[in-house]
């Protein structure tokens, strides 16, 4: 299905295989409907002249329902299997905590930081023009090395969790490159996992047309590989630590003179 972005997710090959499938059935289906009704039309008025030829005709009728029933059974059943495999974490490889936070209107991202746990978040504390979008408690030890980002860097490789939240409205998480989309509710907390495989760059967009500036709420999905991804979150997290300890410092020996 050359119609689509490239693919960079492990379940991607799976989900547009049976896109392209469930579209071939569909579309034969339409077609098969449509020779029925010309058929009914052209026959409109000839009656079937025994009772044997329109028990048969009944048989058939019958018949062909219960294939597309069973068909449509067949489609259900495959999509909740690959929709099931996508989400399941292989609990050998422990999977990536990153937090994603719609906000109008732009994405945040959040990593837990060396304690793997994220920090306290408040409503009232949020302020992005002071540096603080996501509201952080600077008097929570667990946020002290919380990495907020505005660009999701992963690894190639490796399973992803990803924890959706809303600052304000329903928006919608969408990364086409990697087939995944799910809406951010707010007073809610989403999960979606995926595995990326290709590195490069990926667009995220908003899929739910959350307010005027909608049009231009995307972020970026850097795919990169585990060796630099862990080079540039332990960067990160080095200098979020150092903002943290200069800015709860109680006596700074620097900036007071000036
Ligand atoms: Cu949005």
Redesign the pocket.
């Given at each position: 299905m050359n119609w689509l972005p490239p693919n960079g997710a492990l379940h991607g090959a799976a989900l547009d295989h049976l896109l392209g499938l469930n579209l071939l059935i569909v579309f034969w289906l339409f077609v098969a409907a449509q020779v029925l009704i010309v058929v009914a039309l052209f026959r409109r008025g000839t009656r079937s002249s025994t009772a044997k030829s329109g028990r048969v005709l009944l048989i058939i009728d019958y018949a062909v329902l219960l294939a597309v029933i069973g068909l449509y059974w067949w489609m259900l059943a495959s999509s909740h299997r690959l929709w099931a495999a996508a989400r399941e974490q292989p609990s050998t490889n422990p999977a990536i905590q990153v937090e994603v936070t719609?906000v109008?209107?732009q994405w945040y991202f959040r990593y837990p930081g060396r304690d793997s746990v994220y920090g306290a978040v408040k409503p009232n504390l949020v302020n992005a023009p002071a540096g603080n979008p996501l509201g952080l408690d600077p008097s929570d030890p667990h946020a002290a090395d919380d990495v907020v980002s505005s660009i999701l860097l992963l690894p190639a490789g490796q399973p992803v969790d990803l924890t959706l939240r809303s600052q304000d409205v329903i928006?919608?998480f969408f990364v086409p490159g990697m087939r995944l989309k799910q809406d951010a509710i707010p007073g809610m907390s989403g999960h979606l996992s995926f595995t990326p495989e290709a590195t490069g760059d990926y667009v995220i967009l908003?899929s739910?047309v959350?307010g005027l500036g909608?049009y231009r709420?995307q972020a970026r999905l850097r795919v990169v590989t585990p060796d630099q991804f862990n080079a540039w979150l332990a960067n990160r997290e080095r200098a979020t630590l150092s903002a943290h300890a200069e800015s709860s410092d109680p006596n700074p020996s620097t900036g007071a003179a000036r």
């Open positions: 719609g109008q209107f928006h919608g908003c739910q959350c909608h709420m």
